[in-house]
Structure formats: structure tokens, C-alpha cells
């Protein structure tokens, strides 16, 4: 079956420099969303789409933002990167008739140097 | 405010044998699910098994199940017949909200579970 589909898989960029995160939802989920794990730590909820409309927001950076697309595909924008923007960073994608559990992607490692 | 806790940091378990992993919430809504997620060494987020606030019968998933206890705002993971592939870390989650729309899933800060043969 079909799984989240993220993009690129490793990246790293220098201080001041923005970044685009790329995700692919498991056809037929209506909903996106985006969490920021960082070494040792629990996913922390940065944002969701539902129909391709801003559903929720958690501790995203203003330096961030995010979208859905008409093809429910989503994309993170990160600009003047940070050191402690360094982590794994998920999205995961629900059906919204399905109980809404997660399916994450394999994630994006982001090294900020 | 909706938080999950995971008190147990690291957990060990014989092979064979069943193991616990407790997890309490708090929220003030009436409506929520409950999720566990495993996470091994390499990264990737798995899901494992889903209890609805509503839901009466405690879920069962092949040898995951839940111990949920609503009055005492508890779902504790259940691990029979443990395996070596079972070593990992596990995040108990939480989504509060009613209906349809994304609305956002929120995690402890896990237990790493170490599997010894």
C-alpha cells in the first residue's frame, strides 16, 4: 500500500538559509500535518491542513509556513534557518473518517550548520 | 489543557515475557482517541493500535492492547510475547476534538523499551 511520501530524506543547510519540505499524503487522506522532532525528544505539533485549508497550529516559528495544495500535496518553507531548527522533521497524513490516526513519513533530517 | 505523561523513561523486558508501558492524559473534552506509536532506531513513526473515548471494549492488535481506564484517565500499553524487534522507543498520543478537520495529535515524551534475549 501506498505510504507518506516525504521529500528530500536528509538535507542540510547553513545558518540563514531557508529550506522546503516536501510531502506527499496517502491518497485519498484529506488531512496534513506537520511535527518537528528534535534529538531525543517527543514530535511537537507544528501545523495542519484539512482540505487543503489551516486546521490547527502548535509551536510553529513565524520564520516557517505551509501550505496545501490542490493535489493535497503539502510543502514546509523555512527561512533564516537557525542552529535549533536542526531535527526530524515528520508529516503525517489522516483520513478524517477513519479515527484520525496518524500516518507519518519516513521524515526529513534537517542539519543546520 | 490536553498533556500526555510517560513516566517510565526506559523499560526493560525478557524476551517471551509481556510487558506494561503506562501512559496518563488529561484533557477536558468528552471526545478523544488515543493512540500508540513505535519508534525504532531508525526513525521512521509506526502506528500501533487506537482507543476512542467512547469505545467500551479495550482495543486489541495482534500483541498490543490497551488497559484503558477513563475514570483514571490511563491507557497503558500491553506487549505480549515480547521480541527482539520490539526494542524501540514508544510515544503514547493523544487527539483531542470532535468531527472532521485535522485537529492536532499530541505526544509524551515516550519510553524506550529494551528487549533482552
Known amino acids: 500500500a501506498a505510504g507518506v511520501i516525504q521529500s528530500p530524506r536528509h538535507l542540510i543547510k547553513e545558518k540563514r538559509e531557508t529550506a522546503t519540505l516536501k510531502c506527499y499524503p496517502i491518497?485519498?487522506?484529506?488531512?496534513v500535518y506537520w511535527y518537528q522532532q528534535g534529538p531525543g525528544q517527543d514530535p511537537q505539533f507544528l501545523i495542519s491542513?484539512?482540505?487543503?485549508?489551516?486546521?490547527d497550529k502548535g509551536s510553529i516559528p513565524d520564520r516557517f509556513s505551509a501550505q496545501q495544495f490542490s493535489d493535497y500535496h503539502s510543502e514546509l518553507n523555512m527561512s533564516s534557518l537557525e542552529l535549533g531548527d536542526s531535527a526530524l522533521y515528520f508529516c503525517?497524513?489522516?483520513?478524517?473518517?477513519?479515527?484520525?490516526?496518524?500516518?507519518f513519513g519516513s521524515g526529513t533530517q534537517l542539519s543546520v550548520l | 489543557a490536553q498533556k500526555i505523561t510517560q513516566t517510565q523513561p526506559g523499560m526493560f523486558v525478557q524476551e517471551k515475557e509481556a510487558v506494561t508501558l503506562d501512559c496518563t492524559y488529561d484533557?477536558?473534552?468528552?471526545?478523544?482517541?488515543l493512540f500508540w506509536y513505535k519508534q525504532p532506531s531508525s526513525g521512521e513513526m509506526i502506528f500501533l493500535i487506537y482507543?476512542?473515548?467512547?469505545?467500551?471494549q479495550n482495543a486489541t492488535e495482534g500483541r498490543y492492547s490497551l488497559n484503558f481506564q477513563k475514570a483514571r484517565k490511563s491507557t497503558n500499553l500491553v506487549i505480549s510475547a515480547s521480541q527482539l524487534g520490539d526494542s524501540a522507543m514508544y510515544f503514547c498520543?493523544?487527539?483531542?476534538?470532535?468531527?472532521?478537520?485535522?485537529?492536532?495529535?499530541?505526544f509524551g515524551a515516550g519510553t524506550r523499551l529494551f528487549v533482552k534475549a
Open positions: 503525517a497524513s489522516s483520513f478524517s473518517g477513519g479515527g484520525e490516526k496518524l500516518f
Open positions: 491518497p485519498r487522506h484529506d488531512t
Open positions: 491542513f484539512y482540505e487543503k485549508m489551516q486546521s
Open positions: 484533557t477536558s473534552d468528552q471526545s478523544y482517541g
Open positions: 482507543q476512542g473515548s467512547y469505545d467500551e
Open positions: 498520543a493523544m487527539r483531542e476534538g470532535q468531527g472532521t478537520g485535522g485537529f492536532k495529535t499530541i
